[in-house]
């Protein structure tokens, strides 16, 4: 069929025999950016509009937040399973809780500028970011189909920060800044990592090939990654206590205690040095 002669009931033909089942199944973005929202905003009062006072009223909100889990759930499993995933995400919060509370920690003691928990808590673009992957993280291992993945959308649009829900990520991490950072789904980060805006943990191939192997790169405990570095490939190791230099490209490991920097030349000169000023100088 022709685009340029499609009349308007062969279009709403198309779009009806378009919305099979499969599309039907997935949760709307909305509803799961609610479903994170009210979660985060009952472990961290700092981002609820009405924080939980009393010990029932904090028990009814984690029945809440269990049953809005299983609804979300249900268009893609059966309801009993549903329910059951939805148990299991709820018996892990404690842990859960606790690893994005060293996350926030991390943040305060890694950035000068940070005056409080409370204002990492609820201004910092990372910390939004790092506290919505643990949630897919945790759903994703639970082989939730597709809502990790809306998550780490919902933390995306909201920080700039693409995390996929897959990416294994240790304990107290900082992200400084953080907008322009990608970590792909198979890199594995140990614990107390650093990193700042702009830093890719990417592949080296985007063959389709390649799904399901260790694309992504794996960095190691007290890494600290600056600004705008790539490090690609399955292979490629970043060495324990290492920092990683800003603009810098690795493709191959490095031992641990490594120091890994990009040499370049930066001129200063007058600006009655020269007849003419490029554009591309700005």
């Known amino acids: 069929m022709s685009a340029s002669n499609v009349s308007e009931s062969e279009f709403a033909q198309v779009l ?4 099979r089942p499969p599309a039907r199944s997935l949760p709307l973005k909305r509803d799961v950016a609610h479903f994170v929202d009210g979660l985060l ?8 509009e009405e924080a939980a006072g009393t010990l029932e009223e904090i028990k009814a909100r984690l029945e809440l937040v269990r049953w809005e889990l299983a609804r979300l759930l249900q268009p893609g499993l059966q309801r009993p399973h549903a329910e059951e995933v939805a148990g299991q995400f709820a018996a892990e919060l404690p842990h859960l809780y606790a690893r994005v509370q060293l996350d926030a920690d991390a943040i305060v003691a890694g950035d000068p500028a940070a005056e409080s928990l409370d204002e990492v808590v609820a201004a910092y673009p990372g910390f939004m970011a790092i506290a919505t992957h643990r949630v897919a993280h945790h759903l994703y291992h639970l082989e ?6 809306l998550l780490a959308e919902v933390a995306h649009t909201r920080t700039g920060i693409d995390i996929h829900p897959g990416a294994s990520i240790g304990r107290s991490f900082c992200i400084d800044h953080g907008t322009g950072i990608v970590i792909g789904e198979t890199a594995v980060l140990g614990d107390e990592v650093k990193i700042y805006q ?3 943990l990417g592949a080296l191939s985007v063959s ?14 007290r890494v600290v990654i600056y600004a705008n570095a790539t490090v690609l490939g399955g292979d490629t190791v970043v060495g324990h206590d290492s920092v990683v230099g800003g603009n810098v490209w690795l493709t191959q490991s490095v031992s641990p205690y490594s120091l ?11 600006v009655s040095e020269g007849d003419q000023l490029l554009d591309f100088v700005i």
């Open 144 to 149: 939730v189909p597709v809502l990790p993945r």
């Open 16 to 19: 009806a025999d378009s919305c």
């Open 198 to 200: 702009g830093v890719t």
């Open 208 to 221: 389709k090939l390649a799904a399901g192997t260790k694309r992504h790169p794996t960095i190691e405990d």
């Open 41 to 48: 905003g009952l472990l961290f009062p700092q981002l609820a």
């Open 260 to 270: 890994v920097y990009h040499s370049s030349a930066v001129r200063v000169r007058k």
